[in-house]
């Protein structure tokens, strides 16, 4: 009666052996579950669509498709002999002892394919999850923008990835990187003060602080004036500056009102 959430797992169809993976897990769930007896065939178990795969296309749903998986077993054509061959191999792998490791990204992971399969589907998910996706998906989405604008800042400074370890920790590329993760990503101050190499993340967070209000017009929304935010003064981007903190404030406030 109480079962656990509905599994859903996005699977490479590249041909690479991950539809067989999936597949050759499910019709060999009745076995782990102790539904079938030693005696009784795979195909004895009545919910399973692997009897389907085992019978003649003539006498099978028309939303079953089998040529996907019998090629990702080596066999090449939908036929009598085609079709024994692999229930026989199916039959073979209920006696092997299962990969327990193996089994982990089908019974818990989101996605299983390649890492460019898993690249390209956390680039289309970016900025895209609602409520119920899980924590998990979360972080890993998280980190693959924090990748890309990496990316992207290293092409921009001209830089290696090594080049982090090797520059110091105040570093103004450093921390233009660091901040453009902090304002874009979900990622922590402790994971951003890793990635990049900042130091501890107590010292980071100092210097992160000064460097991004320093630089407060990097942030700007495309399309606003340095004005609109009280840090140029007009026509030419003249400067002014206020040592009276609340003369600054309503200054801004005026400059933003028009």
Same mark, same amino acid.
């Given at each position: ?12 169809? !590249?041909? =690479?052996?991950? %539809? ?8 060999? =769930?009745?076995?782990? *579950?102790? &539904? ?7 195909? *004895? ?20 498709? %089998?040529?996907?998986? @019998? ?29 327990? $490791? ?18 390209? #589907?956390? $680039?289309?998910? $970016?900025?895209? /999850?609602?409520?119920?996706? $899980? ?10 923008? *924090? ?6 800042? &290293? ?8 080049? @982090? ?9 450093? /921390?233009? @990187?660091? *901040? ?8 922590? #101050? ?11 993340? +107590?010292?980071?967070?100092? +210097? ?18 340095? !004005?609109? %935010? ?9 400067? +002014? ?15 933003? &009102?028009?």
């Amino acid at each position: 009666m109480f079962s656990g959430r509905y599994k859903a797992l996005i699977v490479d169809g !590249s041909g =690479n052996g991950y %539809v067989r993976t999936v597949c050759d897990y499910v019709h060999l =769930n009745p076995v782990r *579950a102790g &539904l079938l007896r030693p005696e009784d065939r795979l195909v *004895a178990y009545p919910w399973s669509s692997l009897i389907w795969y085992g019978a003649a296309r003539q006498y099978r749903p028309g939303w079953i498709r %089998v040529d996907r998986l @019998l090629g990702e077993h080596g066999i090449g054509e939908d036929t009598a002999a085609g079709r024994l061959e692999f229930e026989r191999r199916m039959e073979s792998r209920r006696a092997e002892e299962a990969d327990e $490791e193996s089994l982990k990204a089908v019974r818990r992971g989101w996605c299983l394919g390649s890492e460019e399969f898993r690249r390209q #589907l956390l $680039e289309r998910m $970016e900025g895209r /999850l609602g409520e119920h996706h $899980e924590g998990a998906l979360r972080v890993e989405t998280a980190q693959a923008k *924090a990748e890309r604008i990496m990316g992207e800042e &290293l092409h921009r400074l001209g830089w290696k990835e090594s080049d @982090l370890s090797c520059r110091r920790k105040n570093d103004p590329g450093k /921390l233009a @990187l660091a *901040a453009r993760l902090r304002r874009e990503t979900t990622l922590s #101050l402790k994971s951003i003060t890793a990635r990049v190499g900042l130091g501890s993340s +107590k010292s980071a967070n100092t +210097k992160l602080h000064v460097w991004m209000r320093a630089n407060a017009q990097c942030a700007m929304p495309k399309g606003r004036s340095q !004005s609109a %935010v009280g840090w140029g003064g007009g026509e030419g981007n003249s400067r +002014k500056t206020f040592k009276n903190p609340t003369r600054k404030k309503m200054h801004t406030m005026n400059q933003a &009102l028009g």
